[in-house]
């Protein structure tokens, strides 16, 4: 029986990450068919961004392939010049025969030259006699060939190296959502870390909330998308994202969570897509760093544990293993529920006055006084 449920919830589980249009790192999932055969040339007009776009191990293919593809063709080149000039081994020669190329007897010998001509080694065991006149324009192609080559394929290592998403890699979600009280709100949290020292300038967040709705006129639309509004205490646009930083959503009357509650929220079919968008200080890059969540992914009456605290020597700790931990807390059932009880407002209102007198010095986070401590990040 325990085997069946684990294959159970296994075939959940890929059920659940099949029908994801972003997983949770932020790669969409979706395929495009049916394209018009002129479209697909569309790819090798924009061809550089394909090319930066492409995996790597198709990079390192065209990598090796571009410049062993070139030494041979050009050695091709050059073994057809000393053919026609008789200096292969196996040709009539007189005496006073002079060559094209010294030491190019074979198709070996003329790739080995081809390779040392655009790669500028130069053994000095062959070289070009001034002979044949051809032979002269040929290593001119082939040396301009050979620069652009490596300008072009160090141009790709270099810019997929800095892609702006590897970047985005150094930022992460909480793995879970929750619904629980905020000032006075009901409201839909998601806690955001940025895991580098480094500024995101300018961070922005938001979200879009998608889902399977049927209009009036009886019409289906997939992937519905409903703008959801984030905010942290300090501001919703331009965050000091130095530290980890709690968002939240205001579920009232405009929220698409308005209608939900606790029992219900399990059996809703939506995708909650959060983006932050922002530009690396260190490089000037813009990046947008995304991830979804889905209504197994939310809990409703929890909220997150603190992770950043205050030592008595005045340092700042982030303690990541609470980053995605949740606990328990005293939650209404529904948004309705809530609104239509004022001893429940009233005490939460009491409950939010008293930590305001408490004096956290800065209200874009929670901070809690602890003893010096080995085992947590430093900021």
Not at 285 to 303: K, N
Request: aromatic share 10%.
């Amino acid at each position: 029986e325990c085997g069946g449920m684990h294959i159970h919830d296994h075939l959940m589980e890929r059920i659940i990450r099949r029908t994801r249009l972003v997983t949770k790192d932020g790669r969409c999932n979706i395929e495009f068919g049916n394209i018009e055969y002129h479209n697909q040339f569309a790819y090798l007009g924009d061809f550089w961004t394909t090319v930066v776009e492409i995996r790597w191990r198709f990079v390192l293919l065209l990598f090796v392939a571009s410049f062993t593809g070139s030494w041979f063709v050009f050695s091709l080149l050059w073994y057809w010049i000393a053919k026609s000039n008789g200096d292969l081994i196996g040709q009539n020669r007189t005496d006073s025969h002079v060559r094209c190329i010294d030491n190019v007897n074979g198709l070996t010998t003329a790739f080995l030259y081809s390779l040392e001509t655009q790669t500028t080694i130069g053994y000095g065991g062959r070289a070009l006699t001034g002979h044949c006149p051809g032979t002269v324009a040929l290593i001119v192609v082939q040396s301009l060939i050979g620069v652009f080559v490596n300008c072009f394929m160090c141009g790709v290592i270099l810019a997929k190296i800095s892609l702006p998403k590897k970047r985005a890699k150094t930022v992460t979600f909480s793995n879970t959502a929750v619904i629980c009280l905020k000032k006075g709100s009901l409201c839909l949290l998601i806690r955001v870390a940025n895991l580098r020292k480094t500024l995101l300038i300018g961070s922005q967040i938001y979200g879009k909330l998608l889902r399977t709705t049927v209009t009036p006129e009886g019409e289906t639309i997939i992937l519905d998308q409903v703008g959801i509004d984030f905010a942290v205490d300090a501001g919703k646009d331009n965050l000091f994202f130095v530290c980890p930083l709690t968002l939240y959503h205001i579920i009232d009357k405009a929220s698409p969570f308005y209608d939900m509650s606790a029992d219900t929220l399990q059996q809703q079919d939506f995708e909650l897509v959060v983006f932050l968008d922002g530009m690396a200080e260190s490089t000037s890059s813009a990046c947008q760093v995304r991830t979804s969540f889905i209504p197994q992914e939310v809990q409703w009456g929890y909220s997150f544990l603190p992770i950043i605290s205050r030592t008595k020597t005045g340092k700042y700790h982030v303690d990541f293993s609470n980053f995605s931990r949740t606990v328990p807390v005293t939650t209404p059932h529904c948004v309705q529920c809530f609104q239509s009880d004022p001893d429940q407002r009233n005490h939460n209102n009491s409950q939010n006055n008293h930590h305001r007198k408490l004096g956290i010095d800065n209200p874009g986070f929670e901070v809690i006084d602890i003893q010096d401590t080995m085992d947590i990040t430093k900021m």
